[in-house]
């Protein structure tokens, strides 16, 4: 260890384990964070914490969330990986993260735990490896809310401000989240490994994923991709289900844990259109709401090509085991997104027109512009001007024995009351960031909290932005 970090108690529960660094040596390069001017605590994820078997009391240490301290035990390293970054391809890998270790909780699971803006790594090109307050508290927000929503993802365990500058579209408070993430291997690092062309460390990674992460699929490198696949479809009818739109699905933001990840421009949709973009550089729509499940499948069509030499010696024929996977996605995507809506609507039972029921919502939707979020909401309240769609709706429900009250339940359980709403976002942000206020960053956080909670009024939280043309930005 440097002399410039100290290290801290092991009171806080901390035992860090460090298997990704124990995969070939191309995969990871030992660095330390640079000690920051004056690390402040801004939040601490304390139930997170618990969960994690770390004591927030003693963790309320800001020099171990900023990377002045470390945790005992700590083995910091950057990843490598690659990624196609808007379908093109570039060696990327952490320039601007640092994996402090694996947390092994108290009932035996495993969690990274990496510091995001710590200083620069071998990987950071031309980046200053750092990260700005508001675009931190964003990922932690957003993050927080996923979860709360029941989606997988990757989770925030503290911000903190270094009490320096970063240098973006102005000069911003410099900040440091540390992620919580069941890994931090993506479709990007398979292509890394692909790209340098080591089958045996290739296979070493995919080894490593399938026991980490997939110990069931046990039937070789194919059935790997399957569970991996399976997982990447179901997430990705989640997204849908609750209008979040990713932003940046390029091959180095997939995790193959089947998390969400990287919670840069990420926003979620007001008004129901599935052309909807809110990232500044997605000028074609290539990451729009519409076509997630879309980038997904070539995502993964990415993933099996860098599989390929796993899949069969004989080049031809992986490349014929590979497409039958792919192939797969489009089915297990609508399996898992029908699954979902109908739940949605209080469907228990299975109708071949169920779809068109869906759609046909979906399309009213669009030709009014209804907020997607409320209009789910409000058909769970009852309080949806009848149109001509509630007709087949009720009499759908009625063709299946569930009563009204199991319907009711089944909508409230399905059909979130609060999403992070774009202007709420902003405000929390703009008085963290700008005024050093956190209030309002609390009462979101505490409201998010409890997505399903149909029982509050917030008003305030449930009506869509009022914000024109909403842009999100990149890597700031
Ligand atoms: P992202 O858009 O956040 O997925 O980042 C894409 C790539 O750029 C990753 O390899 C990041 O590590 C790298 N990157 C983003 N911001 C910075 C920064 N400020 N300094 C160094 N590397 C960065
Ligand atoms: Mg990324």
Redesign the pocket.
């Known amino acids: 260890m440097p002399d410039s970090l100290e290290s801290t108690s092991s009171t806080a529960g901390w035992r860090l384990d460090h298997s990704y660094a124990r995969l070939p040596q191309s995969f990871h390069s030992r660095v330390d964070p640079t000690p920051v001017r004056e690390p402040k605590m801004v939040v601490l994820n304390r139930p997170l914490a618990e969960a994690l078997g770390l004591n927030a009391d003693e963790l309320n240490d800001a020099a171990v969330f900023a990377g002045n301290a470390l945790p005992p035990g700590a083995e910091p390293l950057a990843q490598a ?1 690659a ?1 196609h ?1 808007y379908a093109h391809f570039t060696m ?6 640092i994996l402090l270790g694996e947390q092994i909780t108290p009932s035996s699971e495993r969690f990274d735990i990496q510091l995001k ?1 710590p200083g ?2 071998p ?9 700005a307050l508001g675009p931190m508290l964003r990922e932690y927000i957003i993050s927080e809310a996923m979860h709360a929503l029941g989606i997988p993802t990757t989770r925030s365990l503290a911000v903190v401000t270094t009490g320096e500058n ?1 240098f973006r579209q102005g000069s911003q408070p410099g900040a440091v989240l540390t992620r919580v993430a069941a890994s931090h291997i993506r479709v990007g690092t398979f292509e890394y490994a692909a790209a340098r062309g080591e089958k045996a460390d290739l296979q070493a990674l995919a080894d490593y994923t399938q026991q980490r992460h997939y110990p069931e699929a046990e039937g070789g490198y194919a059935a790997l991709f399957e569970a991996i696949l399976e997982r990447q479809a179901a997430l990705i009818a989640k997204w849908m289900h609750v209008g979040f739109i990713h932003g ?1 699905m ?1 091959t ?2 997939m995790a193959l844990s089947g998390e969400t990840i ?1 919670y ?1 421009p990420c926003a979620f949709m007001d008004v129901y259109d599935p052309a909807t973009v809110f990232s500044s550089i997605d000028r074609n729509g290539r990451y729009a709401y519409g076509n997630q499940p879309h980038i997904a499948q070539w995502n993964l069509a990415r993933l099996a090509e860098a599989m390929l030499p796993l899949f069969h010696d004989d080049e031809k024929q992986a490349i014929e085991i590979a497409n039958g996977l792919i192939s797969r996605f489009e089915e297990r995507f609508l399996h898992h997104w029908l699954a979902g809506m109908r739940t949605k609507l209080g469907l228990f039972t299975e109708e071949s027109e169920d779809k068109d029921l869906i759609q046909a919502l979906l399309d009213w939707m669009r030709d009014t512009k209804a907020d997607f979020t409320n209009t789910f909401r409000d058909l769970t309240h009852g309080r949806l001007e009848p149109m001509e769609w509630h007709q087949q709706w009720s009499e759908r429900l009625k063709r299946q024995p569930q009563s009204t009250s199991d319907v009711t339940d089944l909508m409230r359980r399905s059909n979130p009351a609060f999403i992070p709403r774009n202007h709420k976002v902003e405000e929390a942000l703009t008085a963290a960031s700008d005024h050093g206020d956190l209030n309002p960053l609390q009462r979101l956080l505490t409201v998010l909290a409890a997505p399903f909670d149909h029982t509050q009024d917030l008003a305030e939280f449930s009506e869509p932005s009022e914000l024109d043309s909403y842009q999100t930005f ?3």
Do not use: E, H, K, M
């Open positions: 990986y990624g970054q990327l890998g952490d320039g601007r993260a803006g620069p790594t990987f950071s090109r031309r980046g200053d490896g750092r990260a970063v940046v390029n180095d933001n990287d840069g990149c890597g700031t």
